[in-house]
């Protein structure tokens, strides 16, 4: 079983554990390979990494010219017609690498996890390819690099195993942290957000957080949350699309992903939590169950609700952990994503900006991105409008160092300012 990759393993042992998770398929990287040998993809991928180009496009490159899907990748599909739920319209390819969700390297949100539909084997097909190649993108070399583990580079071609599940209907979802990363506080610390757990994950929104107080988990903060994402049955709607659900009028506002569209959420649910105390009251109990499984506080773990059932969609070691210091800051006006004292220039972000261009300058940016891993050691910290200490970006900055601030105000700060951030109070140059 150990070449189905961390995240496949951990839900394996959850479920043997008497989690709830979801359905899933697990398959062995041994299909990432044959993929790979089969499509003479290997030099081509070893070349491009060796000349420091993008391996990911250089391999797309040559699939547009010959593609090969292996025959066990056919005979995968037709078992997810026969396994998954009759009636669903759509299912998820997850990424699922030898290398990843250990104790040390995260890769949190680097490698793709795809939708695809489960009435079209293209759709499914693309997505495997997808998640196949996605340990070769630029920022996974980076990271990789930076985190002084070049020795997993050549074995990425054959260590993509994957998690193949249902596409569930999120109503609300988040991560659980067993001990706070900010403070090092020995108590439970959950972060949600309604409809998919992306919107938290990748573009760093928290509807509410909740911390474990008395044996049960109390709610501490609340924000206005007026988009979300959901799982739809139509692979892509218009905008303005009508949907009613559980009595309430769901409406599109934009396309993300196939079967996942950005909906309005309703004016009544604004100031409303998105965890009901029956949910909260399964979250916990589910913490508990693997608290005593895995024996000490050393995990965090990604969960959803869906049809007013709590399950466990993730587990993974905690890769970073900060000292007790008070997640306050004195000004209120920074809020830490990941501690730490700096200064310098301050510079606005682009892609395109070499190491030279940021050496020792703090960087401004809206959100942070997957294109700044390439230039993080050479920065002296960053500040970001929007973001928070469990998006992806947040993870992979504290296991590589980096002090994080958000400041709802950056349009404020000016290319060539200088400024110094300390315990969380700063001084501002012009």
């Known amino acids: 079983m150990n070449n189905i990759g961390g995240k496949a393993n951990s839900m394996v042992e959850l479920r043997n554990a008497g989690i709830k998770v979801p359905p899933y398929l697990a398959i062995g990287s041994d299909l990432q390979a044959t993929f790979i040998r089969e499509n003479n993809l290997l030099g081509v991928i070893e070349s491009a990494i060796n000349k420091g180009d993008n391996a990911y496009l250089a391999a797309i490159k040559s699939l547009q010219v010959r593609c090969v899907m292996p025959e066990e990748a056919k005979k995968l599909w037709q078992n997810i017609q026969s396994e998954f739920p009759q009636g669903g319209s759509a299912g998820i390819v997850r990424s699922s690498a030898a290398c990843e969700d250990g104790a040390e390297l995260s890769f949190a949100g680097m490698f793709e996890s795809l939708p695809f539909n489960l009435k079209d084997s293209k759709t499914f097909f693309k997505a495997l390819i997808s998640v196949w190649l996605s340990p070769f993108k630029p920022h996974v070399i980076s990271y990789l690099t930076l985190s002084k583990q070049n020795q997993l580079i050549s074995s990425l071609t054959s260590s993509m195993g994957l998690l193949i599940q ?36 990748t573009f760093g929104i928290c509807q509410s957080e909740y911390q474990e107080r008395d044996s049960q988990l ?14 739809t049955n139509e692979a892509k709607l218009s905008s303005g699309h009508v949907m009613v659900d559980a009595g309430q009028s769901w409406v599109t506002t934009g396309y993300y992903q196939p079967h996942l569209h ?10 409303e ?36 059932e709590l399950f466990v969609v993730q587990a993974r070691p905690i890769t970073a952990l900060q ?40 960087i401004v940016t809206y959100q942070m991105n997957y294109d700044l891993i390439a230039v993080l050691d050479d ?17 992979i900055c504290r296991e590589l160092g980096v002090s994080v601030y958000k400041y709802a105000q950056c349009n404020k700060l000016i290319n060539g300012q200088t400024l110094s951030i300390k315990g969380g109070s700063w001084d501002v140059a012009a």
């Open 166 to 201: 249902p596409m569930m209907n999120a109503m609300s979802a988040g991560v659980g942290f067993a001990t706070n990363p900010l403070t090092g506080e020995a108590k439970l610390a959950v972060k949600a957000v309604r409809g998919n757990g992306e919107a938290l994950n």
């Open 218 to 231: 109390e709610l501490v903060n609340l924000e206005l949350q007026k988009v979300m994402l959901m799982r």
């Open 262 to 271: 950005k909906v309005r959420v309703p004016k009544a649910l604004y100031t």
């Open 273 to 308: 939590p998105c965890l009901s105390q029956s949910h909260r009251t399964q979250l916990y109990e589910q913490f508990h169950n693997m608290l005593e499984f895995y024996g000490d506080r050393s995990f965090e773990f990604e969960w959803l609700v869906d049809n007013n």
């Open 323 to 362: 000292d007790g210091q008070s997640a306050q800051t004195q000004n209120g006006e920074l809020i830490p994503i990941v501690h730490g004292d700096f200064s310098g220039e301050v510079v606005e972000w682009r892609a395109g900006l070499t190491r030279e261009q940021v050496k020792n300058k703090i």
């Open 379 to 395: 920065v002296a910290g960053i500040i970001t409008q929007i973001g928070d200490s469990h998006a992806h970006a947040a993870i």
